[in-house]
């Protein structure tokens, strides 16, 4: 009967406590009710965040630096796989000076298509002419990338965007919305998180007035 005594019992409450209002979230989340008509108005008053951009794509590798002395283990055991699988031996300064080159060559009227061909390194793009899939705001690409994307119309290119062993030189080739349908989950899930920050700063009032 060790959980009847303190400081167990309290513990115990405390920890029952805690578990009670993470269900209580979860359930306020999961189960407020999202009709086709809401979701319908709020794709309808932010088409724009739904805008998706299809890419093209030429990516300069570079060698990763190895952390220094005192990084996190993690941090130093990644570069270091990076820095062994790469094939590149091409600096970080040297990657970032012709993607920039590139960059320059492209908004000067360059054909793109034919650079992906003589500089890309990543494989699987450089054979489909620098093809990269489309990018919007569920994507899974880094925030960066996403936010320089979105940015830029039709025709237009990004700077060099750098990513842990590359840089990126992206080009829009087309804009288009997302359709309702493969909106629809993303924009529930935003109403049901709309909602629970709202009750949840409800409760917070409620009881900071106690």
């Given at each position: 009967?060790?959980?009847e ?13 805690n ?25 309808e008053?932010?088409?724009?965040k ?52 590139l ?28 093809d ?6 569920n ?21 060099p ?9 992206i ?11 493969s ?28």
């Amino acid at each position: 009967k060790l959980g009847e005594e303190s400081p167990l019992k309290e513990q115990l409450a405390l920890l029952r406590a805690n578990v009670l209002a993470s269900a209580m979230l979860s359930h306020e989340h999961n189960y407020f009710p999202v009709s086709e008509e809401m979701i319908q108005q709020y794709y309808e008053r932010n088409k724009t965040k739904y805008q998706q951009s299809k890419i093209k794509v030429i990516y300069i590798a570079f060698k990763p630096s190895i952390p220094a002395p005192g990084a996190a283990l993690e941090d130093i055991a990644r570069a270091v796989s990076e820095a062994a699988s790469g094939k590149t031996q091409r600096s970080e300064a040297e990657a970032s000076k012709l993607a920039g080159d590139l960059v320059k060559q492209i908004r000067g009227g360059a054909d793109f298509g034919k650079l992906v061909a003589e500089y890309s390194e990543d494989p699987t793009s450089k054979a489909a002419g620098g093809d990269f899939g489309v990018v919007n705001v569920n994507s899974a690409y880094s925030d960066d990338i996403k936010n320089a994307v979105m940015a830029l119309q039709a025709g237009e290119v990004t700077d060099p965007i750098r990513q842990p062993s590359a840089f990126y030189v992206i080009r829009v080739e087309d804009r288009t919305a997302q359709d309702l349908q493969s909106a629809t989950e993303p924009i529930r899930q935003e109403l049901r998180q709309a909602h629970v920050n709202e009750w949840f700063a409800a409760i917070r009032d409620r009881f900071a007035l106690v």
